[in-house]
C-alpha cells in the first residue's frame, strides 16, 4: 500500500539522491560484470590463438624501425629455441640466419622499406642448440606520412615442410639405383643450352651388360651398375652433370670452359676407368664401356645428342670398349 502523504522538497531530494545512487551502483557493476566477461573471453581467445600458433609453428613479430627493438610471440622463440621473454636484440638474432638467407632477407626487407611494401622469403636458420630450420617469414611495413616506422608479420617453421620438397624433388629427379641424375633431369639441362652453355657431350654405354645379368642375375647386374656409376664419378669431378639415362647407359654435360681436347680425353679416361674388373665374391666380372664424344660449336641440344650418338656407334662398331669423338 503506497503513501500518498506529501513529502516535503527535502525529502523528495533526498528519495532522488537515492534513486540515482542505487541506479548508478547496478549499473556500475553491470559494467563491471561485462568487462570481466569481455576480459575472460579474450584471455580465451588469446589462449586458443597461442595453442593454435604453435601446433602450426606461427609466432609473430615486430621491429620498431626507431631503434631496431623487437618483439616475439612464444612461438617465435621456440623456432629460434631461445627462452621465451629473453631479451632480443636485431644484431645476434642475424646471426642466427646462414650467410645466404640472411643475405636475401636483408634486401628483400630494405626494398620492404624503401617502398613501404610487404614481402615473403623462406630463410634457413641454425637455432640456439646448432639444428637447421627453414622458416617462411612475411613482412609487412607500417608507415606514417609515407615513412615507414615499423615492420610487423609472422614468422613459421617450414622445416618439414621444406625436408619433404627436397625429397620429393630429389626422387623426381635421381636415378635411385645408382644415385646419379636421371633422364629427365639430364633433358631439361639439355634443353637449356640456350640458356646454360654447354662444352660437350659424353654417352656412355656398358658393353655386353645383357650377357653379366644372364650370367650372374639382375642382382649381380644392379651392383655392377652402381660401380660403373661409382667410377664414372671419380673420373668425371669435372663434369657439370653425370646422368643415367637408361638400363646401361649414362650421359655426361661437360661445362662450356672444358677444351675440345679435355672432352675427347675424358672419353678415354672413362674407357680405362670402367674397364677395369669387378671383383665380387672372389670373382673378376669383366667390365668395359663404349663411349661417344660430341663438343658443342653450334646447333641445337638434338645435334649435339645427334653427335654423341653417332660417335657412340662409332665406337661400337670400332670393337666396343674404346672412345670415338664425332668430327665436325
Not at 101 to 112: N, W
Not at 246 to 259: R, Y
Not at 275 to 300: K, M
Request: aromatic share 6%.
Amino acid at each position: 500500500m503506497s503513501d500518498a502523504r506529501p513529502r516535503s522538497e527535502a525529502m523528495a531530494h533526498r528519495l532522488a539522491g537515492l534513486a540515482i545512487e542505487v541506479t548508478s551502483d547496478a549499473t556500475i557493476n553491470r559494467l563491471a560484470r561485462q568487462i570481466a566477461q569481455h576480459k575472460a573471453q579474450l584471455a580465451l581467445e588469446q589462449n586458443q590463438f597461442e595453442r593454435a600458433s604453435q601446433t602450426a609453428k606461427i609466432g609473430i613479430w615486430s621491429c620498431d624501425l626507431a631503434d631496431e627493438s623487437l618483439n616475439w610471440t612464444d612461438s617465435v622463440y621456440d623456432l629460434f629455441e631461445l627462452p621465451r621473454g629473453s631479451e632480443l636484440s636485431r644484431d645476434v638474432t642475424l646471426r642466427h640466419y646462414t650467410d645466404q638467407s640472411r643475405q636475401t632477407m636483408e634486401a628483400a626487407r630494405a626494398q620492404a622499406i624503401a617502398n613501404c611494401s610487404d614481402f615473403t622469403v623462406d630463410a634457413e636458420i641454425i637455432t640456439a642448440s646448432g639444428a637447421r630450420r627453414w622458416m617462411r617469414l612475411t613482412g609487412n611495413v607500417e608507415a606514417r606520412d609515407g615513412v615507414a616506422v615499423r615492420i610487423f608479420g609472422m614468422k613459421q617453421d617450414i622445416t618439414e615442410e621444406k625436408l619433404l620438397a627436397d625429397k620429393t624433388r630429389y626422387l623426381a629427379e635421381t636415378d635411385v639405383m645408382t644415385g646419379l641424375a636421371n633422364r629427365s633431369q639430364f633433358q631439361t639441362r639439355l634443353g637449356n643450352l640456350a640458356v646454360a652453355p654447354i662444352g660437350g657431350l659424353l654417352l656412355v654405354d656398358l658393353d655386353g651388360f645383357k650377357q653379366i645379368n644372364d650370367s650372374f642375375g639382375h642382382a649381380l647386374g644392379d651392383q655392377c651398375l652402381r660401380e660403373a656409376a661409382r667410377r664414372l664419378t671419380a673420373c668425371c669431378d669435372q663434369a657439370s652433370l653425370l646422368a643415367r639415362i637408361g638400363g646401361d647407359e649414362f650421359a655426361v654435360l661437360m661445362g662450356p670452359k672444358q677444351t675440345e681436347s679435355e672432352i675427347s680425353a675424358l672419353g678415354d679416361r672413362i674407357v680405362k676407368a670402367v674397364g677395369q674388373p669387378y671383383e665380387h665374391n672372389g670373382h673378376a666380372i669383366a667390365l668395359s664401356a663404349s663411349v661417344g664424344v660430341a663438343c658443342h660449336r653450334r646447333g641445337t641440344a638434338d645435334d649435339l645428342f645427334h653427335d654423341a650418338d653417332t660417335a657412340l656407334y662409332a665406337a661400337k662398331a670400332a670393337g666396343r670398349n674404346t672412345s670415338r669423338t664425332h668430327k665436325h
